[in-house]
């Protein structure tokens, strides 16, 4: 039997209809088979601090603590997030600041898919554009293709939160099985 994979989302954006906790929701519609999600979140984090990174005593923020365990399961990761002012959102790059540090940190050379939904119409581009250091520098695997810009969002998901636009189901579709595949290649590898 083939082997489990399991993902674990963020979403960028802390406000209770965010379009991009909608799309993150939308994912676990689509997963392919064998793929589970796991919807965790970036809003009990502190920010930054280093002489609260304590590695070697364990004695991180709790939250911070919870967030890392969870992110070390994780086979890959998957992003929802906004572009803010043509950036990541501040609390999203907080995760990854905490997150990153230290020989246990769970995004170094982790697979990963970036997606992101605006009302806009540029469909978070530069917020993505903007991730690509970031990648690098943690030596992340990113899923590229289908790139997932979401833009005019607000017109696609309905007063519930539900996608309703069957392109974007579609393409989220394909980027999952991308994601599944990076990760089933690297695991041959392995
Ligand atoms: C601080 C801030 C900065 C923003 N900057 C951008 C931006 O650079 N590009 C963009 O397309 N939308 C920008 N927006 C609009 C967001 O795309 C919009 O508020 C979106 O709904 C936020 O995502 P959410 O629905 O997941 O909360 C910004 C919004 C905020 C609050």
């Known amino acids: 039997m083939a082997e489990h994979i399991h993902l674990v989302g963020l979403s960028g ?17 689509v997963l392919p088979e064998g793929v589970s999600l796991e919807i965790a979140s970036v809003a009990d984090l502190p920010l930054y601090n280093a002489d609260l990174d304590i590695p070697a005593a364990d004695e991180r923020p709790k939250a911070v603590a919870t ?13 929802s997030s906004p572009e803010y002012n043509y950036s990541i959102p501040g ?18 050379g982790k697979a990963v898919a970036l997606i992101g939904a605006t009302p806009g119409l540029w469909g978070t581009v530069r917020m993505q554009q903007a ?12 899923a590229n293709k ?29 980027k999952m099985e991308a994601l599944k595949q990076l990760i089933l290649d690297r695991r041959a590898l392995a």
């Open 13 to 29: 954006s802390l406000r209770k209809k965010s379009l991009n906790t909608y799309l993150l929701h939308a994912v676990k519609e």
């Open 67 to 79: 967030l890392r365990q969870t992110l070390a399961k994780a086979d890959g990761l998957i992003f």
């Open 91 to 108: 609390g999203l790059k907080n995760m990854i600041d905490w997150a990153s540090r230290g020989k246990d940190s769970p995004l170094v």
């Open 131 to 142: 991730f690509l250091p970031v990648f690098q520098y943690l030596d992340m695997k990113y």
């Open 146 to 174: 289908p790139e997932i810009l979401v833009a005019q969002a607000n017109q696609k998901f309905d007063e519930h939160g539900k996608l309703t636009d069957e392109t974007t189901r579609e393409l989220l579709g394909q």
